[in-house]
């Protein structure tokens, strides 16, 4: 398994500000993955984090609203850009080990809200 | 497309009793399922798997899912429940063991 953190554990922002949230792996990790929940809502896949390249987005998520970095195979940051109070949300940060069939470790969770 | 429908929002028991969760899939090929558990302000852990080895899976806590490709369905079950079950149970198919696809929860409430 993997262990996932996550910086900071909960913000309130202003309008019209941005804010970069950092996601740290204890290993090194083939994918590393960026979600959101909406309040009282499922999980939304907001992008994959490419090391070493641009993020590959899904749709209804674009890099100008959410860029992502991922220096090297254990860190990777999201940015939440001119933020609006309909960007409030929990945004969690994940990993997908080397020959896992799939399952996914997450992190405990940025839980932001924008005045 | 994959995907998974979570038939019920909410279910309520009564702790030492029976849990069932229900969740179906759609898959055209054979899948990779999960159950996943969210505490209150906790963030996601893994509760079992499914990848097409043995179709009763048998997780952390006592739970269980098995897998029934006629039915297409990936039931979550615990014989007795417990007051700290109670939680978010979100069921999740992989995309070509890449991205994972949520369904929309099922809130287990344990009553005492």
């Known amino acids: 398994s993997a262990v996932i953190s996550q910086k900071p554990s909960r913000d309130i922002c202003q309008r019209g500000t941005s804010l970069t949230i950092q996601c740290q792996v204890d290993s090194q990790v083939t994918m590393m993955f960026w979600y959101r929940q909406q309040p009282g809502q499922s999980l939304t896949l907001i992008a994959t984090a490419n090391q070493g390249s641009e993020a590959t987005y899904e749709s209804g998520f674009v890099i100008d609203k959410f860029p992502i970095s991922r220096p090297n195979l254990t860190f990777s940051t999201l940015t939440v850009s001119n933020m609006s109070p309909e960007d409030s949300s929990i945004y969690l940060c994940?990993?997908?080990?080397?020959?896992?069939?799939?399952?996914?470790?997450f992190g405990p969770g940025t839980r932001l809200t924008v005045t | 497309a994959q995907s998974v429908t979570q038939l019920d929002s909410h279910v309520s028991v009564s702790e030492g009793t029976p849990v069932l969760l229900r969740c179906n899939y759609s898959?055209?090929?054979?899948?990779?399922l999960f159950w996943y558990v969210q505490h209150p302000n906790k963030g996601l852990q893994l509760l079992l798997k499914?990848?097409?080895?043995?179709?009763l899976v048998k997780g952390i806590n006592g739970f269980e899912a098995e897998f029934k490709k006629s039915e297409t369905s990936f039931h979550l079950t615990k014989p007795s429940a417990h007051m700290s079950d109670a939680a978010e149970y979100f069921c999740v198919v992989s995309v070509g063991f890449q991205k994972l696809v949520f369904g929309t929860g099922t809130r287990l409430l344990v009553s005492p």
């Open positions: 499914y990848t097409s080895a043995a179709t």
């Open positions: 994940s990993a997908r080990l080397a020959g896992d069939r799939g399952e996914q470790y």
């Open positions: 898959s055209s090929y054979s899948p990779s």
